[in-house]
């Protein structure tokens, strides 16, 4: 049961409940470096050349400064860009302590994969090889499910004194990924006769186990232990979590009992924390009280493309159509930067309600306002226009998707070539078939790529033959 969905963001909830600082709260002299970084995506260049203009223009540039920023650009998972800050300390030699060498060897695997940080981590000195860095290269194997190198890790870290509640923390994000909640109390379980420290991140972790086991008095249960025996530990992340739990239970009541609490204990201008409340008061059904937290956030603290993306966003849950028209349109307003995410939530509502000359009219619009991507909009189209079947606007929209692909990275979603799949099976169009399958490759998608759409797809097997029968026979080319 993965109720963490029910809160905007998905399975993003664990990682963002501890996150709550933004970059407007750097001090300036700090805010103007790191947002040259963070415009990098908009402005081009690389984080070399952004470095080394701030040290021509005479600005200072400490180690302090630089940590700063590639802790901010983690956290909103600018990983490349935080990864070639710290390669550009190493070139210039800036002294790592045993924490950089841990961040380090984290956005190595983020950027370069595993492997590329299991050889990292190998050729550190000695001293580098500590609980630090043994505990990073625990958290790569867990974040990437690799059970078996994660428990032998574990075990060698066990060897060396090195275990920490960060380490059991990781395993039990993992045996939950994985769909293995009933581990997660036999963690809990060896911390307590070890004498570990719990933390509040380990609480929460337990509870969703209880709630993935269905097991409700026993998420009760932790929940009053927390009370008891670490009540500091509780603060609004904990009453969000058990909100969410008690929404995927039906427990609707008990959830607005913990917001209510949240509400209680939440500092006045924590924006994230509204955006929380928003998603969960929407999980509940109480379209009342979604309207009474967006009016208190926009009160309190500008409304940012992010707060406006998770309202509409659960506005479309809410199935509040007149509330999204309303609210898209004050946006529009108001925005001080495009945002293509936006646009996607009014085209799929409108697109739900048959309302198709609307949709078009905003993604018209988005088209000349900024340059997307637009690849999931253009998707959303193509399903639709399937769905009416209307095959030649849903391939303008497939053809114009790969056409942009040259400067992003996009590969048509499994999804999308089933429903064209589905369109020609109920069409009995074998030459579509066979004509879908060229433009794929013609735009370098794989035999690998292409199986797996025929794996994902729900059409019958029998109108994938030409798919099948066209890697066949490419397999064998390779093969001579």
Known sequence: MNYSRLIS????????????????????????????????????????????QYIIEGKALGKDELERCVQELRKYRRFHHAFEIMEWMMMRQINFSWDNYAVYLDLVSKVKGVVEAENHFNSFPPPAKNKYTYGSLLNCYCKELMLDKALSHFDKMDE?????????????????????????????????????????????????SCAALNDLGEVERVYEEMKREDEDKIDWKTYSNLAAIYIKAGF???????????????????????????????????????????????????????????????????????????????????HVSYDSRLVGVAVQAYLSQNMDKEAVLVFEEALKSCRGPFFRIREMFMASLLEKGQLDGAMSHLEAALSEASDYKYQPSPQVVSAFLKYYEEETDLDGVDELSKILRSHNFDESYIKTC??????????????????????????L
């Open 9 to 52: 963001g998905g399975g993003r909830l664990l990682r963002r409940l501890c996150t709550a600082a933004t970059a407007a709260e750097l001090p300036n002299k700090k805010a103007n470096l790191y947002r040259r970084l963070a415009d990098l995506e908009k402005t081009g260049g690389t984080v070399s050349q952004t470095l080394n």
């Open 160 to 208: 060396f004194g090195y275990l920490t509640s960060l380490s059991f923390t990781n395993l039990m994000s993992m045996y939950m990924r994985l769909s293995q909640p009933s581990k997660v109390p036999q963690l809990v379980n060896v911390m307590k006769e070890r004498k570990i420290r719990m933390t509040e991140f380990t609480y929460i972790l337990w509870m969703n």
């Open 252 to 334: 609707f009541e008990k959830a607005e009992l913990m917001l209510k609490k949240v509400e209680g204990v939440m500092k006045p201008r924590q924006r994230e924390t509204y955006h929380f409340l928003l998603s969960l008061y929407a999980g509940t059904g109480n379209v009342k009280e979604v309207y009474r937290v967006w009016g208190t956030l926009k009160k309190i603290t500008p409304v940012t493309n992010r707060s406006y993306l998770i309202m509409l966003s659960n506005l479309r849950r809410l199935n509040d159509m007149e509330g999204i028209i309303k609210l898209f349109k004050e946006w529009e307003s108001r």
């Open 454 to 479: 025929i794996t994902a797809s729900e059409s019958s097997p029998g109108i994938h033959t030409v798919l099948k029968e066209d890697s066949y026979v490419n397999q064998a080319h390779e093969n």
